[in-house]
């Protein structure tokens, strides 16, 4: 079983930055992408940023220039750095695993994190 752990959220006022990290553990051989979506209130989860295991990045066009994602291979760890925070970011960010193959396995399967509130202040 893979867990993924969500750290960083948190209340910040507009203009100002946060980074979240999400750690992937268990039974791990490899990952293709690892990601963060966004949840807003009556709202559809939307993708935010995503990372291949080869570093190539996708961001959405609300976020560019203003998020980095970045991924720690060896660590199986997917950060974002999330900087000039407008009140429209807020939302709670969840951390994605694609593609996960375990030791020894031949199937693979996609993972969530439980989730980490962002709320920004105007």
């Known amino acids: 079983q893979v867990q993924l752990v969500e750290s960083g959220g948190g209340l910040v006022q507009a203009g100002g930055s946060l980074r979240l990290s999400c750690a992937a553990s268990g039974s791990i051989f490899s990952i293709n992408a690892m990601g963060w979506y966004r949840q807003a209130p009556g709202k559809q989860r939307e993708l935010v940023a995503a990372?291949?295991?080869?570093?190539?990045?996708n961001y959405a066009d609300s976020v560019k220039g203003r998020f980095t994602i970045s991924r720690d291979n060896t660590k199986n760890t997917v950060y974002l750095q999330m900087n000039s925070l407008k009140p429209e970011d807020a939302a709670v960010y969840y951390c994605?695993?694609?593609?996960?193959?375990?030791?020894?396995?031949?199937?693979?399967?996609?993972?969530w994190g439980q989730g980490t509130q962002v709320t920004v202040s105007s």
């Open positions: 990372v291949t295991s080869s570093g190539k990045t």
């Open positions: 994605n695993a694609d593609h996960v193959i375990p030791y020894g396995g031949r199937s693979f399967a996609d993972y």
